[in-house]
């Protein structure tokens, strides 16, 4: 029987999984026009988007219940931690009919919506928070060995960030997932 963490974990990993599979399958049909293309590109697109996020939450939870040694979390705790994950979760099931985070163009290519700002928000704000969580145990941690622990927790911001920022400020590079 896994722990709470190594649940978190093992999600994460598998998350970790379907965002790199979908960005695969949106890669590979890029632009291609046989039958079923778009609608491929569409989920796999819809997939990354919902992934990232998902990562983001596993990411806080997992850090939570590292650094405090509880997997309690007190229901405000939960609320505010799912609440971000559902409304984007809501706009990623409507962005079909709204063209919100991105649309497909006639010639298959996937196209920034306005609302792509929202998800790097959310995104972001979840590796944020687990890397403030992750800071603030360092300075308030007596026992080195317990410090030490944790260093990993905080390097795992700075490879996704290096990523992201790549691929946030050159469209069209897919490196996200490498980071």
Same mark, same amino acid.
Request: with cysteine.
């Given at each position: 029987?896994?722990?709470?963490?190594?649940?978190?974990?093992?999600?994460?990993?598998?998350?970790?999984?379907?965002?790199?599979?979908?960005?695969?399958?949106?890669? #590979?049909?890029?632009?291609?026009?046989?039958?079923?293309?778009?609608?491929?590109?569409?989920?796999?697109?819809?997939?990354?988007?919902?992934?990232? $996020?998902? #990562?983001?939450?596993?990411?806080?939870?997992?850090?939570?219940?590292?650094? &405090? &040694?509880?997997?309690?979390?007190?229901?405000?705790?939960?609320?505010?931690?799912?609440?971000?994950?559902?409304?984007?979760?809501?706009?990623?099931?409507?962005?079909?009919?709204?063209?919100?985070?991105?649309?497909? &163009?006639?010639? &298959?290519?996937?196209?920034?919506?306005?609302?792509?700002?929202?998800?790097?928000?959310?995104?972001?704000?979840?590796?944020?928070?687990?890397?403030?969580? $992750?800071?603030?145990?360092?300075?308030?941690?007596?026992?080195?060995?317990?410090?030490?622990?944790?260093?990993?927790?905080?390097?795992?911001?700075?490879?996704?960030?290096?990523?992201?920022?790549?691929?946030?400020?050159?469209?069209? $590079?897919?490196?996200?997932? $490498?980071?």
């Amino acid at each position: 029987q896994l722990s709470q963490s190594g649940r978190s974990f093992d999600l994460l990993i598998w998350f970790t999984v379907i965002l790199c599979f979908a960005d695969m399958v949106a890669g #590979i049909c890029r632009g291609q026009l046989f039958q079923g293309a778009r609608i491929l590109i569409e989920i796999s697109n819809l997939l990354y988007f919902e992934a990232l $996020v998902v #990562i983001g939450y596993l990411w806080v939870r997992y850090v939570y219940i590292s650094v &405090n &040694n509880t997997t309690y979390f007190s229901m405000k705790s939960i609320f505010l931690l799912r609440a971000p994950l559902i409304i984007f979760t809501i706009i990623v099931i409507i962005n079909p009919f709204t063209d919100f985070l991105f649309s497909i &163009n006639e010639a &298959n290519f996937y196209m920034r919506g306005q609302g792509v700002i929202v998800h790097w928000i959310i995104t972001w704000s979840y590796f944020l928070i687990a890397t403030i969580m $992750v800071a603030y145990s360092l300075i308030i941690e007596k026992n080195r060995l317990k410090r030490q622990a944790m260093i990993p927790l905080l390097s795992f911001f700075i490879a996704p960030l290096i990523a992201s920022l790549i691929q946030m400020f050159f469209y069209g $590079v897919s490196s996200t997932q $490498v980071g």
